[in-house]
């Protein structure tokens, strides 16, 4: 990756980050169940991020686990989102 994309990239995880404490506040604050499921996606979202750049400081790491880490990981973030969203409030 370039540098550029690098700094983008890390950046999406910090946002990820803060949203995924916004979004535990607003659960604190609400008592909406859909807010873990939002919470969940953000955290997993901000780790994606963490695994994504683990074999520029751990060469050792084997790539392939390291895209299907991230691959799983996408696929669950959908997930959450969707079920956060379709959710009924109870």
């Not at 969940?40 to 880490?69: H, K, M, W």
């Amino acid at each position: 990756m370039t540098e550029i994309s690098d700094a983008v990239s890390f950046a999406s995880g910090i946002f990820a980050a803060v949203l995924l404490v916004i979004s535990l506040f607003a659960y604190k604050n609400t008592k909406a169940r859909r807010l873990i499921f939002v919470s969940a996606a953000f955290g997993l979202f901000s780790l994606r991020e963490i695994v994504a750049r683990l074999d520029t400081y751990i060469p050792e790491s084997q790539s392939i686990t390291i895209e299907t880490v991230l691959a799983f990981s996408g696929f669950a973030i959908l997930g959450l989102f969707f079920i956060a969203i379709v959710m009924k409030p109870k």
